[in-house]
């Protein structure tokens, strides 16, 4: 019998950089391995331009993509929750594996500093991938 896959859930205030990021990077390291999801405590109107330009850099195409606000089946379906600048804005869901990513915030910056907080993401969501999905 199979396990089951993990179901990550990212979360942000605005959903509309850093989560997005890494859920885009989750599913194309993880592929068929993890269940992904990204939201916002606070989801904002529209993707970050500069993020969108960053990711297709990586020929990964996030521009269909929209801030999502968080609900609470999300959370409660997600084994592992990443948190990245929600302070106390996005909500607790107990018996859940949470880390918290400090990471800069791609609002407002120019594309060049977005390119280091993606690399960034990258090598963390391959760290993570890794580890949920290790065999025994």
């Not at 089951?4 to 997005?20: D, E, K, W, Y």
């Not at 990443?82 to 949470?98: E, F, H, L, R, S």
Request: aromatic share 4%; glycine share 6%; net charge negative.
């Amino acid at each position: 019998m199979t396990p089951p896959m993990p179901t990550i859930l990212f979360l942000c205030v605005h959903n509309a950089g850093r989560s997005q990021m890494a859920a885009a990077f989750a599913r194309t390291l993880g592929a068929e391995q993890v269940i992904v999801h990204s939201a916002g405590s606070a989801p904002g109107e529209h993707l970050n331009p500069a993020v969108v330009q960053a990711m297709l850099e990586v020929a990964i195409d996030i521009s269909n993509e929209a801030p999502k606000r968080l609900t609470e089946e999300m959370g409660l379906d997600a084994d592992v929750i990443i948190t990245m600048g929600c302070g106390d804005a996005c909500p607790v869901y107990p018996g859940k594996k949470y880390l918290d990513w400090e990471l800069q915030d791609p609002a407002g910056q120019p594309v060049e500093v977005v390119r280091a907080i993606r690399d960034d993401i990258r090598n963390r969501v391959a760290d993570l991938i890794a580890e949920l999905v290790k065999s025994p």
